[in-house]
């Protein structure tokens, strides 16, 4: 019996096997006609879309980029105190907790080489190198800014071995778990490597040929005799230029200055197999080794917590960051945050709170002061020279940071560590937070969608749970949900 069983499983395994096989023939066969109506689709989409650059382009009014509804935020810190409230001079006293002393050096590298002997850019991505192979006939020769150079440039390009450059740009972006932005940057840094400086018009067709060839939108448009990239997104974005269609606005991005009044010409309808738009919130954090690290000490924490704390910094990452286009506080607060950063944060005071026995009030209060005195107060125009959210990595890497990058921390620590809901206080200038607390909670609240939420205000440096800066005492906040 034993041995009759064996054969009849034996036999069903290779029945099974030589069906695999059969099936996998069938499948490759099924696969190879896919792929090859694929590229049939595809070389006839970019055909038309070539015609269609060609066709006469409509006039667009450019619009002014938004202004963040915040607005600037004040140029000190303001101090709780019981007795008297009032604004001290400018900086947290934290001696000795200077960025260059406390920060291990890491290496600059430059950005963008092009090895011409292996027919590769090798793509400097923010310290992250890898190679891009680029084929000698979607080089483009010398264009202008019209609709026939589009869609010259287009037919050039569409005509190419350019998939090889796709299939990379792909691969690179699940190597490192690119977010939208961060691929767009790594193709614009292609672009830039690919061509020297005078050639704008170039760089800004390939980069919207290469999006548009992985999904997303992108268009180009004239403006003062030079193309621009006109790039639409999920989400606001601020101090950004942009036109409208009617359906969607385009930011745009450009090499040189655009006068307002110079009228920009466009098309209105995307490449038929675009339907992206680029998402600003980094749903997964940009993967590195751990080569890519650094570690940075945190004075002020490490004497809060009784212990030596020493953050670990995803450097490609705060390198990327600083050509990030500002949005929402919702897209910041959306974003992950690096794994490595989030554990040992993450630990570091929950180990305090379980030494200490904190109850969720006192769990509150400690995570509060934590982020009061644990930053130097400066403003975005102190730091950048221009209004720039941080995320939270960015926060730990400079050390210093303003209301809204510390309702970012306070509220990232709130909800994902102690698991309490948690709203936003937006004031004209200013941000705090409001935290669902019971009713036992002494202090300022305000009821939103039928809860109550206790103010908790990271910038008023030594104040409570409960204490409100005296200037927005009697001002109703707006308030919303990250």
């Not at 060839?213 to 606001?236: C, D, H, K, N, W």
């Not at 980094?282 to 650094?294: A, C, L, T």
């Not at 809860?451 to 990271?458: K, L, T």
């Amino acid at each position: 019996m034993k041995i009759r069983k064996i054969i009849f499983l034996t036999f069903a395994m290779m029945s099974v096997s030589m069906l695999s096989y059969a099936q996998e023939d069938e499948f490759g066969e099924f696969y190879k006609q896919r792929t090859q109506e694929f590229k049939d689709w595809r070389h006839k989409a970019n055909a038309e879309f070539s015609e269609y650059l060609a066709a006469a382009w409509q006039e667009f009014m450019i619009q002014r980029g938004r202004e963040d509804p915040v607005g600037p935020v004040s140029d000190i810190p303001v101090y709780y105190d019981k007795n008297e409230l009032r604004s001290l001079p400018h900086g947290l006293p934290s001696p000795g907790y200077g960025f260059a002393s406390n920060f291990l050096e890491y290496p600059i590298v430059s950005e963008g080489d092009f090895d011409h002997d292996r027919k590769n850019v090798v793509l400097d991505f923010y310290g992250i190198k890898e190679e891009i192979p680029f084929a000698d006939n979607m080089c483009l020769p010398r264009i202008g800014a019209t609709e026939q150079d589009a869609s010259n440039g287009w037919k050039i390009l569409s005509d190419s071995d350019f998939m090889m450059t796709i299939e990379a740009f792909l691969a690179m972006q699940r190597k490192y778990s690119l977010s939208d932005w961060a691929l767009y940057s790594a193709v614009k840094k292609f672009t830039d490597a690919v061509y020297i400086a005078e050639y704008i018009n170039e760089k800004i067709l390939t980069q919207m040929f290469l999006l548009n060839q992985m999904q997303y939108r992108a268009r180009v448009g004239s403006v003062g005799g030079e193309l621009i990239l006109l790039l639409p997104f999920t989400r606001p974005v601020y101090q950004v230029s942009y036109i409208s269609d009617g359906s969607d606005e385009l930011y745009i991005f450009s090499y040189s200055r655009i006068s307002m009044q110079d009228p920009l010409y466009t098309f209105s309808d995307d490449f038929s197999a675009a339907n992206r738009k680029l998402d600003l919130v980094i749903d997964k954090q940009m993967m590195v080794g751990k080569e890519f690290y650094r570690m940075k000490k945190m004075p002020e924490w490490s004497e809060a917590v009784g212990e030596d704390v020493m953050v670990p910094l995803n450097i490609p990452f705060i390198k990327f960051t600083l050509d990030y286009p500002q949005s929402d506080l919702s897209i910041y607060h959306r974003s992950d945050v690096d794994s490595k950063l989030k554990d040992v944060v993450f630990t570091f005071i929950k180990y305090k709170m379980i030494k200490d026995t904190m109850d969720t009030e006192e769990s509150v209060s400690f995570v509060l002061r934590l982020i009061q005195r644990g930053f130097e107060y400066k403003t975005d125009y102190e730091m950048f020279g221009r209004a720039k959210p941080l995320f939270i990595e960015e926060s730990f890497y400079y050390g210093a940071n303003n209301c809204k990058d510390r309702v970012l921390l306070f509220s990232w620590i709130v909800e994902d560590l102690l698991g309490l809901d948690v709203v936003v206080f937006c004031y004209k200038g200013h941000v705090a937070c409001g935290v669902m607390m019971p009713d036992s909670v002494a202090g300022d609240s305000f009821e939103y969608e039928g809860r109550r939420y206790v103010m908790c205000d990271p910038t008023y440096i030594g104040a409570p749970v409960g204490a409100t800066m005296p200037k927005y005492r009697n001002v109703q906040p707006q308030i919303i949900r990250l």
